[in-house]
């Protein structure tokens, strides 16, 4: 009678009951498992202060939703991002870019036509300053395509033309490098120096470009710019 009595007064009370009598020396050590233990039921004040020590939680089980924000520390700092551009159309200036860029000369006339010298070399040229120093980073060059400029007068301008060279405003050629004396020789003024970047577009077949023929351009600078400040 005596037991049914107690079991009784345990059902009626419920929760209220086991919190209030029931303690640690009541249950036996090591014997409470995970699935004793409600989904979603343990706070934090339930492991504070070292009632239940990093011994007692499985390795990898839990996941950074588990902690409050700013307890978990910061992580290493992400690789840097894949540098700076700029869209310089056909007359050499510049149309859009992340910033940064500007042009010192565009397509300059130096020399004479008929002297072979640097300056007349240099007309076919743009010469732009990354604002930065070069000597750890990369510099890219593309042709961007034009399919609404005619620059051959054939009325075709979606690169279908049949024959040789015969769709300049999907081809063409250009290099870029950064201007470095002794090295690459950039002849404008204040161009000389490593803060510089020269790109060279060209025809097919590696005819110097003119007016009607130059070609737009992207030039990308990688590597992650960080001696700009």
């Not at 390795?59 to 700076?84: C, I, M, T, Y």
């Not at 004479?112 to 510099?139: F, H, Q, S, W």
């Not at 400029?149 to 009325?155: I, K, L, P, S």
């Not at 020789?185 to 020269?198: D, E, F, I, K």
């Amino acid at each position: 009678m005596a037991v049914s009595v107690m079991a009784l007064v345990v059902a009626s009370t419920g929760t209220s009951y086991a919190a209030g009598l029931i303690g640690s020396d009541d249950i036996r050590n090591n014997s409470i498992q995970s699935k004793d233990v409600k989904d979603r039921t343990l706070k934090g004040r339930d492991i504070k202060n070292d009632v239940i020590g990093s011994n007692k939680v499985r390795n990898g089980s839990l996941k950074a939703r588990d902690f409050k924000e700013g307890q978990l520390p910061a992580g290493a700092q992400g690789p840097a991002g894949v540098g700076r551009w700029a869209l310089v159309d056909a007359s050499g200036a510049i149309v859009s870019q992340s910033g940064g860029f500007s042009v010192t000369a565009a397509y300059p006339t130096l020399a004479p036509m008929g002297a072979d010298t640097a300056g007349l070399r240099a007309n076919g040229n743009v010469y732009i300053n990354a604002g930065e120093d070069l000597t750890n980073n990369g510099v890219l060059a593309v042709v961007a395509l034009q399919n609404t400029v005619d620059q051959n007068g054939d009325a075709v301008t979606n690169g279908r033309a049949a024959g040789a060279d015969a769709n300049p405003e999907f081809s063409g050629e250009i290099s870029a490098a950064m201007c470095q004396p002794n090295v690459v020789n950039c002849a404008p003024p204040g161009t000389g120096n490593t803060n510089h970047l020269v790109v060279s577009p060209r025809n097919s077949d590696g005819s110097v470009t003119t007016d009607g023929t130059r070609k737009r351009f992207y030039v990308v600078v990688t590597g992650d710019s960080s001696d700009r400040g």
